[in-house]
């Protein structure tokens, strides 16, 4: 069994613990250590956008450093606090010391902010533009979240990444064909070998190797290089109509879910403890969840409930979900644990220090 990655290491003797939980129309600036938001003072490329402030965001990924940083990447829409104009910076990075004041350390035009990790040392954060023909994904990497260097391009849209012990595994499109690429060092890359066309979505998950989600199939790796798919279909007797919606890891073993005609709800959820031999039982209470952590005695996870608000749900056995907090924001997209921070992202942020029991906004959507 390879060592728990961070993201999903969790142990109840650790003193505190603060979750955090981010969505869509967040109003900010810029802060180092102090409570509040100021406005951003630019970056060193193109139009630096100083004075300005986010009226809006996307978080899409948040992801923790072993020194207790985070950092959360997405869309961001800024505002001239002055003249109320408006302008798009789709490529956005934010960075936080302590998960309750965040910065914004990076504003791109023209492309998004897909998807960030920590890996030896580093934050990597994936940029590139959405869309049919997207032509290239850039990797950012920076020591510090403030100065960031381009260290690889990838061909195609590459929207998901993941660490295991030592290598990388990303994700994505390439010219309407499914595509992993793997790394050792997040410089150098090279594809992947099997069987991997397929439309790669929420799940590209390290626990006992590498699992991730291919529409009507899993695929499993142990080391990232070499690949073997699981099809729904064929090998665990679902609908031809079966796609993977979302896969996790808790510590022991994989979870997915699965939906697909063949069941009264329509969905399903898969088990396994190495990746590659499967059960399944039935459940319709998952729908709609963007995202799912393991706490060590529950799962978290993170939906919209409605048209206007999110919510951040508790299950002990994925099977009934319980909500405990209603989150009056758009979108709730993803949830981070870490000894002392979990993390979600989406349209604000929402913090708990008591392991999720009453939650708190630090960033209200839209207010300055």
């Not at 505002?79 to 350390?105: C, F, Q």
């Not at 979240?145 to 595994?169: I, K, N, P, R, Y």
């Not at 993977?244 to 403890?273: A, K, M, P, Q, Y």
Request: hydrophobic share 40%.
């Amino acid at each position: 069994m390879p060592s728990t990655p961070l993201r999903s290491r969790f142990s109840r003797s650790w003193p505190t613990a603060l979750f955090i939980g981010m969505g869509l129309s967040a109003g900010c600036g810029w802060s180092e250590t102090g409570p509040g938001w100021s406005e951003f003072d630019g970056n060193s490329e193109g139009d630096t956008g100083a004075g300005r402030r986010l009226s809006s965001t996307i978080l899409s990924s948040v992801e923790r450093a072993p020194d207790g940083s985070w950092v959360a990447v997405g869309l961001g829409w800024t505002i001239d606090p002055a003249t109320w104009e408006y302008r798009d910076y789709p490529g956005l990075i934010l960075h936080s010391l302590d998960g309750r004041n965040w910065g914004i350390r990076r504003l791109e035009d023209e492309v998004i902010a897909w998807d960030v990790v920590h890996f030896d040392g580093r934050w990597l954060v994936l940029m590139g533009d959405s869309g049919p023909g997207v032509l290239e994904t850039v990797l950012l990497s920076s020591q510090d979240a403030s100065d960031w260097e381009a260290v690889s391009t990838f061909a195609g849209q590459m929207t998901q990444m993941e660490a295991g012990t030592d290598t990388l595994v990303a994700a994505g499109v390439n010219a309407w064909v499914g595509e992993l690429v793997w790394s050792a060092d997040g410089a150098n890359w090279s594809p992947a070998n099997g069987d991997l066309d397929g439309s790669y979505g929420k799940g590209l998950v390290y626990g006992d190797g590498f699992v991730t989600a291919a529409g009507p199939m899993l695929r499993h790796s142990v080391d990232g290089r070499a690949w073997t798919s699981i099809h729904l279909g064929k090998d665990l007797g679902f609908f031809e109509d079966a796609r993977v919606e979302l896969v996790s890891w808790n510590g022991t073993e994989f979870v997915c879910f699965v939906s697909d005609s063949s069941t009264d709800g329509g969905n399903s959820i898969l088990r396994s403890s190495n990746g590659r031999d499967w059960t399944s039982e039935e459940s319709s209470e998952w729908l709609g969840v963007e995202a799912i952590q393991w706490s060590g005695d529950a799962w978290f996870g993170v939906r919209q409930s409605s048209a206007t608000s999110s919510s951040i749900l508790r299950s002990e056995d994925l099977l009934s979900w319980t909500t405990v907090f209603e989150y009056d924001g758009t979108w709730l997209k993803d949830i981070e644990l870490g000894p002392e921070l979990w993390v979600a992202s989406g349209d604000g942020i929402v913090v708990s220090e008591d392991w999720g029991v009453t939650w708190e906004v630090v960033l209200q959507p839209g207010v300055y």
